[in-house]
């Protein structure tokens, strides 16, 4: 068994990946504070009762490649796929940036410790696993 044939353990790495991708872009918003005209960008938020639709199996996604040999490696087709949206929140300077350096840090740090609950949440999960078949006991 993988895994990813575990709901949480796909939900917790699907929201990894999320927030992974969602850091790249807020990093990106940080370094151009200073572009003239640049807009802020962010990821649109996850929608959870997609995700939990979708880890109880009642989506169906057609683009999904199947494993028909236990030898195949699967692909998930869910890590990249995350889509941006301007998020223009502070008033443009004169040179049209509207980048707010204090409020994108915010957004680094609240995603930064989202990050680590995930990933706490992933290692603990793991540890039951492991404590379950009697391989881990501390």
Known sequence: MQTNDIPL???LKDRMSWLTKRQDVLSQNVASVDVPGYTPKDLKPMDFSEMLRSANGLTAKASQLS?????????SSSSGGFETQETPEAE???????VSL??????VADTQAQYQAAANLYAKAIAMMKVAIGRGTG
């Open 67 to 75: 494993v028909t040999n236990p030898r195949h490696i699967a692909i």
């Open 92 to 98: 443009a300077a004169p040179g049209g940036n509207s």
């Open 102 to 107: 204090e409020a994108e840090m915010i957004k």
């Open 9 to 11: 353990m796909s939900m």
